[in-house]
């Protein structure tokens, strides 16, 4: 192309396999100073393998280069607010990845005998302790892997008692305005799904519950707070309709941000719940890494907890196997025990008044963003916002401009988007969760910027359509890459070099 500069540093990295030439390596080895064997005849000619095809061929700084640039591309908590809703994107202190990594705890086999694994051990005991009490709950374990797994197990413990009791029962009332891991738990539980429309405030209509449950329900997954941030305020009186009925009562804890030291969902009268260790207590969330979905439950669910139980045996922790009714192991190892440090290591940092602190903080922040958005964006749903504050499009759709377009606009500024279309009860939801870790200059340039794009869909709608202007590719065929991933490489559709 004329006029093009060749740089080093490139705007649109090209493919690691499109660096490659033959030779090229990132090691040397010193010359052979013993007979050489013939790898197939020493392995066996099924486990070895001349050439592995299109395999790249790079030089060590070539791999580092390449994938130091890329992550300069990463948008993340560490370089601004990430206000996605639902997630609670939070920062999260480093001095918990420290403790993750101490030595003793970072280095303990998963299956090392009790006896020599007895600090391991205790880090659990303390932190189902300390769970049980942030929860108003009796017993928790630590086994699943992350929130959708954790309801699971807890609707799986739902069914195992209400079958002891001689009837499962077959459908499971599940709002509106849910997650939607929920209904797919209860499916996968072997439930059918009741859906529930939520009322005008958007929270539960008690009337309309009241005429949804019968001797088919099993039990109630809600929400608290739901996902438009708001407070079930009536909630102790679902608990109380549930039980009067027969039924059981699951909550979906992702919300905890907004309870913890506030209010325990055990005193309103919830059988069983889980809580997302990696949004509420201290791991580094999204990207794919591993979670924890500890599940609280009242005493007459105990028996049915995961196998094994932690138990004190003669002054030493031991693994508790002979359990009757349990619903057997949800998980390999005893969870992921280096998020089970990082939450220890949180919640004793805190302690309860700063747990408590944290939670204040983060309502804070979400009404102080709803005050300053509010003059300007749709609020469906007037209740007072707990973590989160959600709006709707409705305003900018009159001139064209939808969540999405807006979400992209805010890229410009700088800022990852807000979660986009979620919660589905709420048409062009913008959906806004700051969470407790941001201060009040970040806050003010947030709402400056949507303010700002606000002002920019009256004034040019349609530049507001075309943005992100400042990212190295705008917008992007989304449908076809979830439904036509290309996932291999191959030769014939590398481009020329540069
Ligand atoms: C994140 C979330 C889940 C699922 O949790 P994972 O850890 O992602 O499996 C369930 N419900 C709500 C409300 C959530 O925000």
Redesign the pocket.
């Known amino acids: 192309m004329p006029g093009k500069v060749r740089s080093h540093i490139n705007q649109n990295e090209s493919l690691l396999f499109e660096r490659s030439s033959p030779g090229k390596k990132g090691y040397q080895l010193p010359d052979l100073d013993v007979p050489a064997v013939d790898p197939a005849a020493a392995l066996g000619a099924e486990n070895t393998r001349r050439e592995i095809e299109d395999f790249p061929e790079v030089s060590e700084v070539e791999v580092i280069r390449h994938f130091s640039r890329l992550s300069t591309w990463n948008y993340g908590i560490d370089l601004g607010l990430f206000p996605l809703g ?2 609670t994107m939070k920062y999260n202190p480093r001095v918990n990845e420290l403790v993750a990594r101490t030595e003793g705890l970072a280095w303990a086999h998963p299956y090392q005998p009790p006896e020599v694994a007895q600090g391991a051990m205790e880090v659990m005991a303390q932190l189902e302790a300390a769970l049980a009490e942030i929860t108003g709950m009796d017993a928790v374990t630590l086994e699943p892997a ?4 954790g ?1 699971l197990t807890g609707v799986l413990m739902i069914r195992a008692m209400l079958e002891s009791r001689g009837n499962p029962r077959r459908k499971i009332i599940i709002p509106d305005s849910a ?1 939607g ?2 209904p797919a738990t209860a499916a996968i539980a072997g439930y059918g799904v009741a859906n529930l429309k939520s009322n005008d405030k958007g929270v539960i209509d008690l009337e309309a519950l009241s005429r949804m449950v019968d001797e088919d329900i099993a039990a109630l997954m809600v ?1 608290n707070p739901n ?1 438009l941030g708001v407070f079930e305020e009536e909630i102790a009186k679902v608990t109380a309709l549930m039980h009067s009925r027969g039924a059981l009562v699951y909550m ?1 804890g ?2 905890m941000n907004a309870l913890v030291g506030i209010t325990r969902p055990g005193d309103f009268g919830v059988d069983v719940m889980h809580l ?1 260790l ?2 509420t207590f201290s791991t580094p969330h999204g990207g794919g890494g591993p ?1 924890a ?1 500890a599940v609280a439950v009242k005493s007459h669910l105990e028996p049915f907890l995961p196998a094994p139980r932690l138990t004190r045996l003669d002054g030493r922790w031991n693994w508790n196997w002979n359990r009757p009714q349990s619903i057997g192991k949800v998980r390999a190892f005893y969870g992921n025990f280096g998020v089970l440090v990082r939450a220890l290591a949180y919640i004793m940092a805190h302690g309860g008044p700063g747990l408590r602190q944290a939670t204040l903080d983060a309502l804070l922040n979400a009404n102080y963003i709803r005050k300053g958005l509010e003059p300007y964006y749709d609020l469906p749903y007037q209740n007072p916002s707990m973590h989160e504050c959600v709006f709707s499009d409705d305003r900018q759709a009159k001139r064209g401009v939808r969540t999405m377009d807006i979400a992209k606009r805010l890229i410009d500024y700088g800022f990852h988007p807000y979660t986009v279309a979620f919660p589905l009860i709420v048409r062009g939801a913008l959906m806004i969760e700051p969470t407790e870790t941001e201060g009040k200059q970040e806050l003010d340039q947030f709402i400056e910027a949507m303010v700002n794009i606000a002002k920019e869909v009256e004034n040019d709608p349609l530049f507001v359509l075309k943005a992100p202007y400042d990212t190295r590719t705008s917008r992007v065929d989304e449908v076809a890459a979830a439904r036509k991933p290309v996932l291999r490489w191959k030769r014939e559709d590398a481009g020329p070099a540069d």
Not at 146 to 149: L, P
Request: aromatic share 0%; proline share 0%.
């Open positions: 639902s997630c992350a929130g959708a797994h309801e997650h891991t929920n929400t996902t979906d992702a919300n997302n990696h949004k979670g979905g």
